[in-house]
């Protein structure tokens, strides 16, 4: 079967289509100077779980928790992109626990039955993080509502409909400077979480992670001013398999 689905869904907005679109030209020039065919353009698929669409994947970024939960044993790591957050190491990231700007409660313990907005449950930014806090903090939710996405996630704290949630520091940074949401200026960060590995670039089972590597990282390192800060992109690095699989279930 023909591998023809490239995809780049993790930090996509509406308002970032054409960027990443861009980016992928530029991966796919330089994987071509290491001798391979590339997908001329993307596709919006997702992978989360093994299934007959994996055999189609070319490339694709997926988030740590379903790399670690589901796929670890049905891809290739290839490297991790480095998105610069502050207080993390490189290729590193972690979430921003939000809540409304006049909740006057200050601490996560003081949130014992808050409603979450979570994006997905196989979102490690999203779901995992704000349960673990929970569960660390000894506090419940009162009530967990999916909302689909970081994004809808702002959407629903700001507007009531929900108390808190867990925005990636990615996530919330090109929400704010590049989807210009003005639900943002409705809330209030209470506590960042700890630093996990960011998410990983990944290819097939079984193919060779160094040209795919070798490409990306060249692509990155021939984004314009422009390209770089609009998806916030800085360098890829090698993070092992074992790290994601050291995170905290």
């Not at 070319?58 to 957050?85: E, K, M, S, W």
């Not at 009531?160 to 704010?176: E, H, M, P, T, W």
């Amino acid at each position: 079967m023909k591998r023809r689905i490239a995809s780049l869904p993790m930090y996509i907005l509406p308002e970032t289509i054409d960027d990443h679109e861009r980016y992928w030209s530029l991966i796919r020039h330089h994987l071509g100077n290491e001798g391979l065919d590339a997908p001329e353009k993307l596709d919006p698929t997702e992978f989360t779980r093994p299934g007959p669409t994996l055999d189609e994947l070319y490339f694709t970024q997926i988030c740590g928790l379903p790399y670690r939960r589901n796929l670890a044993g049905h891809v290739t790591l290839i490297g991790t992109p480095d998105y610069g957050v502050f207080g993390s190491k490189p290729g590193y990231y972690r979430s921003a626990i939000v809540a409304h700007r006049d909740d006057r409660r200050n601490r996560i313990d003081e949130f014992d039955g808050a409603i979450l907005a979570y994006n997905n449950k196989l979102s490690q930014s999203g779901y995992a993080v704000p349960t673990g806090i929970a569960r660390n903090h000894g506090i419940t939710f009162g009530g967990q509502m999916h909302s689909g996405s970081h994004r809808q996630s702002i959407r629903m704290v700001a507007s009531g409909q929900a108390d808190i949630a867990a925005i990636d520091a990615v996530s919330l940074d090109l929400i704010a400077r590049i989807g210009s949401d003005p639900d943002m200026g409705q809330l209030r960060i209470i506590f960042w979480s700890e630093p996990t590995p960011g998410l990983p670039y990944v290819t097939w089972k079984n193919a060779d992670p160094d040209p795919f590597f070798h490409a990306v990282r060249s692509a990155i390192r021939d984004l314009s001013v422009d390209l770089r800060y609009r998806l916030r992109l800085f360098d890829l690095v090698p993070i092992p398999s074992s790290e994601y699989h050291s995170v905290a279930p």
